[in-house]
């Protein structure tokens, strides 16, 4: 199953701290159901493409009832057909 790192940003908005963005990000993210592992940078969760669409097009939605005019999402996607991911596997893949 594929694992997605996300990161969302909220375009013009007053002042340079966006947590309540990123509060409101992870309400829906947990509510999916979906395993996710919060990074400083981003949040990874693991789900099909089919589950994580729609996870992201609430968290836009409510940005959108925040006010906020412009959304900017990055994603990468790590896709392993040879194996299960995990974020503790792939942790340990690299830090041994």
Do not use: W
């Amino acid at each position: 199953m594929p694992m997605f790192e996300i990161t969302i940003i909220p375009v013009g908005v007053e002042g340079a701290s966006i947590s309540r963005y990123v509060k409101v990000s992870l309400e829906e993210i947990k509510a999916s159901g979906l395993p996710f592992q919060v990074t400083p940078m981003g949040t990874c969760v693991i789900g099909t493409y089919a589950q994580v669409t729609p996870v992201l097009e609430k968290i836009h939605a409510r940005y959108r009832a925040m006010g906020v005019n412009r959304v900017s999402t990055g994603i990468k996607v790590d896709d392993r057909f040879d194996k299960v991911l995990t974020f503790e596997g792939k942790l340990k893949a690299v830090t041994g």
